[in-house]
């Protein structure tokens, strides 16, 4: 609300009166004294650390839910290429699926606003609320994994959540029914031999998982004794998934110091293009949707429990710097009142 000072005293003006208006209202009421400029001042700046520390815990939310980049851990997670939680599912699946860490965001935002004057209650909600949306999903699959116990409709939400353990029993399941029949090999052949190019072009070697298929499908399997070459025989389907798996899986340590960027990209693109000759056989022999929904499952299950662990280590340091923070407050609190 635009503030003049009058010769008698401040005047309060509505906001939607121009500075225009305002002058001519002025010189009416005061036509002898000389109308003073309006004071019209900015909205106050966020100042002091716990309303940055509010605002950065908002901030992280709004990384986590819409992938931006507000953020530092933002930033890293954009340039990581990691999907935001509401890419290709509702917002109460995104919700929920995401509920330790932006349980996570909203206790640092509420720490920041309980040392918010006028703002303290509202933080303190944000607090419990965030702590409670934080044990969302853990609390939720505990049940199924004690003895089956807790409330049934608790374990039957669980039983909705992607599970590993499921999944793999289900790829076990296909492997068995199709694993003897060939796959098309020219896809990933040609991603696989693209990075022995880069070898050759002065990048590290390729990563073992193409190493270890350019030697099944190439080399010869045994010589004759009069020197002509057998070829390996077609590579199946079993094979084909072992392959997969090694280079979807974690690099040990030295292998993943060793490559470099272009070789990692290389790898990526192998395994993609081995899991479309994947898909592509399983559709050919009737297990294609069936196929698709567990190694779907089997993504995502691992995804949840990395998610699980992260936001478990997140939300120990949260604790601990919120209790940290809260301590300064309490030291701090004297001198902010004097």
């Known amino acids: 609300m635009p503030r003049v000072q009058a010769p008698d005293g401040p005047i309060d003006f509505p906001d939607t009166m121009k500075d225009t208006d305002i002058e001519a209202a002025m010189a009416k009421l005061y036509p002898q004294s000389t109308t003073p400029q309006s004071t019209i001042a900015p909205p106050p700046q966020t100042t002091g650390i716990f309303p940055r520390i509010a605002q950065w815990g908002k901030d992280l939310s709004t990384d986590l839910r819409e992938g931006t980049d507000l953020t530092a851990p933002g930033r890293f997670l954009h340039m990581a290429g990691a999907r935001p939680l509401r890419e290709g599912v509702s917002p109460q699946t995104a919700e929920y699926m995401g509920s330790p860490e932006l349980g996570v965001s909203k206790v640092i935002q509420g720490l920041g606003e309980t040392g ?9 909600g944000h607090v419990a609320g965030g702590a409670l949306q934080t044990a969302t999903l853990p609390l939720s699959i505990m049940p199924e994994t004690v003895a089956g116990t807790g409330p049934a409709a608790v374990r039957g939400f669980s039983r909705l959540l992607p599970s590993a353990e499921r999944s793999g029993n289900s790829l076990s399941e296909i492997e068995a029914a199709i694993g003897h029949h060939p796959i098309n090999i020219e896809e990933p052949g040609n991603a696989a031999l693209e990075s022995m190019t880069l070898a050759s072009r002065g990048n590290p070697a390729p990563a073992k998982p193409i190493q270890n298929f350019l030697t099944r499908t190439t080399a010869p399997d045994r010589i004759t004794a009069g020197g002509a070459e057998i070829s390996h025989p077609p590579l199946t389907f079993k094979e084909g998934r072992d392959f997969y798996s090694a280079g979807r899986g974690k690099l040990a340590t030295d292998e ?16 993609h293009s081995l899991g479309n000759s994947l898909q592509q056989t399983a559709d050919e022999y009737g297990r294609g949707p069936e196929y698709a929904k567990a190694i779907t499952e089997y993504r995502r299950a691992k995804q949840l429990q990395s998610g699980l662990k992260t936001a478990g280590k997140i939300g120990a340091g949260a604790a601990v710097a919120g209790a940290g923070v809260e301590a300064g407050r309490r030291l701090m609190s004297p001198l902010w009142s004097k």
């Open 256 to 271: 993943a110091t060793r490559l470099n960027s272009k070789q990692i990209r290389a790898l990526n693109e192998f395994t």
């Open 116 to 124: 918010t004057p006028g703002q303290r209650l509202h933080g303190m």
